[in-house]
């Protein structure tokens, strides 16, 4: 039974690991905007937020 | 409407640039823009591109749930004018936001806060589920202890910061002598924790610490839905503050011109009102005349002429030639202000009809208590300690918290949104599908609404007439509703249209110029025609050449296609329909006949029209209000539900419940039938949740109830209810776009 002593540690870790990355995408603001989210999949030409530059050409 | 705006923009922006000024040191100006018309994931990335081809953006984010623009632009980079300048290329209207609508938004910090507390709940209720299936499966002594002890510390604190919604909800509830929903719930959660941490501590007892992380986590997720479905309605609310100016242009003594703050502003001031700009308070006009779109007061689309000793109202808009106002009033006392504290008292006041849920809860909430309280007594009664006594008034409140409850309603009102997002209709506010579903009385706006809100030709000269060359030279020139639309009508009918002529606007009457040298007139009848003949409803265009008559060009606002089966449909459904306008008797008269509405009122104005829908609500009646304008957001307001065309001012749209594709009125009826069958199955899940007490109470006034059965019962009673949601949004597959 001693390995319940590493066990019960492991298994809350994870579940921090997992309530941590959710937390962090709700800080990135990746739940402000799900229509924009829903609709941005379809276009091919979308970049990460961070990575949009000027550009002079629309999309065919 | 769209054109008025961009005049604002330029007003606004200066406010703007003060609001976001960033702070010295940093090295970009983050600027927030209300991007009209952003609404499909094509434009995201034309209005991002556009925006970002300004030299000197850094970066551009669009967000269509709320129809905004984020940019950062480097200090000393452009401002919001030149990235509206770019959106406006691309043919999108964008307006900065003010500081009030972004305050607005910025509070959407709760719907960030109460994802977190939903992720939090998650996260203890799951690990907290694995243990106490350990405990479950017979971890005793020792071990057991140990167990509790790990879900303590997971739960304690867990469940403490997440159920803080719930906890300050009672809280409010019960500082004002209410009992709601929120008040069992609450203490369910900390009779829950209570009693475990005393079984933990004491080791008497069982410990229920994933009963009180579950029910947090399925209440906070049935809450978090709600939440989303609000949120647009209420960021889109601020927008009457929009029609406000920023800056005005004041007359002094001498002559002089001084541009000065709104806010600055006090009756006796004369302020110069050029075309395109809108009243920055109430006055009368001393000086100049002009057509003025007064579509705020009345809803109609084509303006009406002002002179000297006209009243004007603060948010009009000054369309054709400059005015010289003397202002009556300015600030809070205008007119607008007050139209902006009616809406508000009418969100505000407690006048929307009461929800299910809360009718519910009404009968719930006592029933819980008295139950718990009796079987405690009825247990020390037959002879039992104190400590088993409370136990079984503990399981019992704890047992039947109404966690199916918190997800009946909610759920349904996310299946029944996407359904009728396929249906054309976009549900803003889940309150309003139930009270669709009760509505007695529903009353339709005219212009814009039951019509197409736009003067339409409807008779004219043959297209090889050549009427129609100089008719459609003199209307290029002008600006006026109506020779937009003759323009437009000589495109359609496959004419050239010909470069604007050198012409001067005669205010109220028409356009004057040449055209191939000869002088001609477009205008009035009696200005450019014969005298009016039988003035009915049409609004009649004439064209004269070199002061003969030559053309007659009927304009008419056009009944919207499917208006008359939808008025039917509903009438059929139990729903009576009434026609409120701000036109005169004769249009109304005529419109409602054509669209078989047999209760129509004339000439009200937006508080006639208010205290109308309050008088029906008064006698009884569950009001739905169908309207698209300014006058209209009073009675929007006002009424049990309001349904708005998504071509409607961003005010009426804001208070609005429902808004639908605005080609056709098809969408209400369906929203109508829709909301029905939807609120069926609320009263479905009502009573499947309620249903599941009947075994449960038993079980724990009996003293059985261990949390093992807590679990499984509200597990499967969230299950039930979830699933009878889903039903709903099987029946509709077969909608039609």
Known sequence: MTVLGLLIPVSLGLGLVGAAAFIWSVRAEQYDDLEGAAARILDEDDLPPDAREPRGEEPG | ????????????????????????????????????????????????????????????????????????????????????????????????????????????????????????????????MLLSVAIWAGAEGAMGRLLLLVSMVVSVPAVLWCGMPFFQSAWRALSARRLTMDVPISLAILLALGVSVHATLTGLGEGWFEAATALVFFLLAGRYLEHRAKRAARSAAVELAELRVATATRLVEDGREETVDVDALVPGDRVLVRPGERLPADGTVVDGSSDVDRALVTGEAVPETVRAGDDLLAGMTNLTAPLTVRLTAAGEDTYLAALARLVAAAEGGDGRTRRLADRAAAVYAPGVH????????????????????????????????????????????????????????????????????????ICFDKTGTLTEGRPALVDAPAAEDPAWGPAMALAAASSHPLAKALVAAGAERGLAVPPPAEASEEVGAGVEGTVDGRACRLGRPGWAGPDAIGEGAETTVWLSVDGEPRGAFRFRDRLRADAADVIAALAAAGCRPVLLSGDGP???????????????????????????????????????????????????????????????????????????????????????????????????????????NVIAVPVAVAGFATPIIAALAMSSSSLVVTVNALRLGAAGKGDAP
């Open chain 2, 370 to 441: 008295v139950i718990a309280a009796l079987a405690t007594l009825a247990w020390l009664g037959a002879g039992a300690g104190w400590h088993t006594a409370i136990l079984v008034g503990c399981a019992t409140l704890i047992i039947t918290c109404p966690c199916a409850l918190g997800l009946a309603i909610p759920a349904v009102q996310t299946v029944a949104g996407g359904r009728l997002f396929r249906a054309g209709v976009y549900l803003k506010d889940g309150g309003a599908l139930e009270s669709l579903a009760e509505a007695t009385v």
């Open chain 2, 1 to 128: 409407m769209l054109d008025t705006r961009a005049g604002c923009c330029a007003d606004g922006a200066v406010a703007l640039a003060e609001a976001v000024d960033a702070p010295p040191g940093e090295p970009a100006v983050r600027l927030s823009l209300l991007v009209e018309g952003l609404r499909c994931g094509g434009c995201l990335a034309t209005v991002e591109r556009a925006a970002a081809s300004v030299p000197g953006v850094l970066r551009a984010r669009a967000n269509l749930t709320e129809r905004r623009l984020a940019v950062e632009v480097a200090k000393d980079g452009p401002d919001a004018e030149a990235v509206i300048a770019a959106l406006a290329v691309a043919g999108y209207a964008a307006r900065p936001l003010d500081r009030a609508a972004l305050e607005a938004l910025d509070r959407d910090a709760e719907g960030r806060g109460m994802l977190l507390r939903v992720g939090v709940a998650g996260f203890a209720a799951m690990n907290v």
């Open chain 2, 586 to 692: 004769v249009p109304v008269r005529r419109v409602a006949e054509a669209c078989g509405i047999a209760e129509a009122h004339a000439a009200m104005t937006p508080e006639a029209k208010r205290a109308f829908v309050e008088r029906l609500r008064a006698a009884g009646e569950t009001v739905a209000m169908v309207g698209d304008g300014y006058n209209d957001a009073p009675a929007l307001a006002a009424a049990d539900v309001a349904l708005a065309p998504a071509t409607a001012v961003g005010i009426s749209e804001g208070q609005a419940g429902i808004v639908y594709a605005g080609a056709a009125l098809g969408p209400v009826a369906r929203a109508r039938a829709i909301a029905v069958s939807a609120r069926r199955r609320m009263v479905e899940n009502l009573w499947a949740s309620g249903a599941y």
